[in-house]
């Protein structure tokens, strides 16, 4: 039993009565100097509650995804800007022309300088053959090869551009190989100097040490960066070597190739200025068939690259002799393969100097 003192003043008391029949609640305490206790809202402390989630990055999301659109764009609209900016030729002959199961385009490179008034001569002659489940071939005409040209008797075939242009020139080389021309580049002296510039050099890796007067060329052996000056030169040396103009062929597809892997390098394709340098300096340097689409030649260049590296051939055109005569059975069985698609099949006939193993 509790003291049965006086009712305590504080209002307490109750704590202590257990009285039966007698209301154990608390009773209100209005004017209580105690607040009320901090309770967690209702259905906070139920188990297996989840907690509240993290909102995504939602506005970091969406920006990488513009900067990726936004980039894409760039990198179709800059080469469709360039596109215009080619000139267009005439190389279609008259005439019915060959029929082949696989694509091939010529590239050309001609001696004209700047301020010359003729048409000059192509120093450079290749091929390139892709399609038709084979590995893509890139091949080299020496520029000094008797052919017959049409309406001009029988002479070196560099001089076919200069009697007629790019349709004689086609029709050059498609009535002495069986093979259709379904595409045409052509690129000056100037124009390679400035496309190599343009992509800040490229590496050649001469076997030797060079010194062409002719050419203007002195070059350590080795791999080395090198500009278009001397990428030029290099390209064009035939006195330096014995093989001569094999060796200038040989020397041609190497800075080709060199040209494809620095335009294709994630330092052009990743810097947008570069890109854009080198992608409207090209266009400016190149002269195309007026039948060449922007899609057929993306293709040409995309299957170039891949000739010049580990999925495609580069050979010379099958020679007899370092007089550069053709031996036409090898000759014949070689392009008889580039027009069927055969390519995977060229086997020895397929070498870097053009001579028999």
Not at 82 to 108: F, M, N, Y
Not at 270 to 287: G, H, I
């Amino acid at each position: 039993m509790p003291p049965s003192g006086p009712k305590d003043p504080d209002g307490y008391d109750w704590l202590y009565d257990d009285q039966p029949g007698r209301s154990s609640a608390r009773p209100a305490a209005s004017g209580s100097s105690i607040p009320p206790p901090n309770l967690p809202p209702p259905g906070s402390g139920k188990r297996g509650a989840k907690p509240p989630k993290e909102r995504k990055p939602r506005g970091r999301l969406r920006l990488l995804w513009l900067v990726l659109v936004a980039w894409i764009a760039f990198l179709v609209l800059v080469p469709v800007v360039a596109w215009s900016k080619i000139t267009k030729v005439d190389a279609t002959p008259d005439g019915e022309r060959p029929q082949d199961e696989t694509t091939t385009w010529v590239l050309a490179g001609t001696d004209k300088r700047p301020k010359d008034k003729s048409r000059g001569r192509t120093d450079t002659i290749l091929l390139l053959t892709y399609g038709g489940g084979g590995p893509s071939v890139l091949t080299s005409i020496p520029r000094d090869s008797i052919v017959d040209i049409p309406g001009n008797g029988r002479t070196k075939i560099n001089a076919a551009y200069a009697f007629g242009g790019p349709p004689l020139l086609v029709e050059t080389i498609e009535s002495e190989t069986g093979l259709g021309v379904d595409g045409y580049v052509e690129i000056g002296f100037t124009g390679l100097e400035d496309v190599v510039d343009a992509l800040g050099g490229i590496e050649v890796c001469p076997k030797d040490d060079i010194k062409d007067k002719d050419a203007k060329l002195n070059i350590k052996e080795g791999c080395q960066e090198v500009d278009g000056k001397t990428a030029l030169a290099y390209s064009r040396s035939r006195k330096a070597f014995a093989s001569g103009d094999i060796a200038r062929g040989q020397n041609q597809r190497e800075v080709i190739g060199a040209i494809g892997d620095a335009a294709l390098s994630p330092s052009t394709v990743l810097n947008p200025w570069k890109f854009t340098r080198v992608a409207t300096t090209t266009a400016e340097s190149l002269a195309v068939g007026d039948d060449v689409s922007m899609f057929s030649f993306g293709r040409f260049a995309w299957k170039l690259g891949k000739a010049m590296g580990g999925d495609g051939r580069s050979c010379t055109v099958p020679i007899a002799d370092m007089s550069v005569q053709w031996d036409r059975e090898r000759a014949v069985e070689y392009f008889k393969h580039l027009k069927d698609g055969t390519t995977d099949e060229l086997g020895d006939l397929c070498t870097q100097d053009g001579l028999r193993k």
